[in-house]
């Protein structure tokens, strides 16, 4: 009688533990998914914080200078310059980098460049995936001609 | 009662565990989707400002246009500022120590607004351009609703 006892207590828990394990098991992927997704989101968040600056350091640099990408060129000396356009090559960390090296990059492009109001268009760009864009506008703005009147 | 001890106690320590595990897991997703908001929200003023600078810098480049052109019409000052006065028309004047002040306001989003402000001069030899710019700032305007203060039990 004794040991029929300790058979069905011992049987019990062992029950117990399984179901404890299974519903542990269950409960642990539900959650290890909500850990992934907000994993993911951080990373997401990161990007986009650092997007954001890299862009608007980009366009006030392009505001405070002349108008034109050379200014842009000396504060990223590893950028490329084509005919129209400026590609700035940034490491994992959102800094500049060599091409070799980058995960990111940013492509400044001019909207307008025609008249005294030059535009740029800033894109932080992952890849084929653009994290971020803005506009940014330089004026230069009218002088009278050394004889006086234009 | 060894037994009966055993019994049970892995199901509490299961319980405390999971409950610890799904309050972390909804903590770092709640706080991870809030932070990424908050992000887009900032990225969002980001673009507007931007957009907001954008017109404004439109506005400044026509402005600049239009003095230009009256600066040709015009035969002296008084009759370049008349004119300019009259023309311009989008934003508001003000005669200050300095000059002839004109403002205009650019909406950023909400109640934030960007300001500016040029000094309208007659050019010369000396001062070369039809303005100098004076103010480029942003401000928020605060509602006037926002705080309307209750009387509290006791308070006078």
């Known amino acids: ?150 | 009662m060894k037994n009966r001890f055993n019994f049970g106690f892995s199901s509490v320590l299961i319980s405390f565990i999971m409950i610890c595990i799904v309050t972390f897991s909804a903590l770092s997703l709640v706080t991870a989707n809030a932070d990424y908001r908050l992000s887009q929200k900032v990225a969002n003023r980001n673009s507007s400002f931007y957009a907001a600078e954008k017109e404004a810098y439109a506005e400044l480049a026509k402005t600049d246009d239009t003095l230009e052109a009256i600066y040709q019409e015009a035969s002296d000052a008084s009759e370049y500022y008349e004119a300019a006065k009259a023309s311009l028309t989008t934003g508001t004047w003000s005669s200050e120590e300095k000059g002839e002040v004109y403002t205009w306001i650019q909406p950023i989003e909400n109640n934030q607004y960007l300001e500016v402000s040029i000094l309208v001069s007659y050019p010369d030899q000396y001062t070369k351009t039809y303005y100098h710019l004076l103010t480029w700032r942003t401000y928020i305007e605060e509602d006037p609703f926002e705080e309307q203060p209750l009387n509290l039990i006791g308070s006078h």
């Open chain 1, 1 to 150: 009688m004794k040991k029929r006892y300790r058979s069905s207590g011992s049987s019990l828990f062992l029950l117990e533990i399984m179901v404890n394990i299974l519903l542990f098991s269950i409960l642990l992927c539900v959650c290890l998914q909500f850990f992934i997704k907000a994993h993911n989101l951080t990373n997401e968040t990161t990007k986009l914080e650092r997007a954001v600056s890299v862009c608007a350091n980009v366009a006030s640099l392009y505001e405070a200078g002349d108008g034109s990408l050379s200014t842009l060129d000396e504060a990223y000396p590893n950028s490329v310059i084509l005919d129209e356009r400026m590609i700035l090559f940034l490491d994992d960390n959102f800094l500049s980098c060599s091409k070799e090296n980058s995960s990111y990059s940013v492509i400044i492009s001019y909207s307008n460049a025609v008249t005294a109001l030059k535009g740029v268009h800033i894109a932080c760009v992952e890849e084929t995936n653009i994290l971020y864009e803005i506009d940014a506008m330089h004026y230069e703005q009218h002088q009278i001609s050394e004889g006086g009147r234009l």
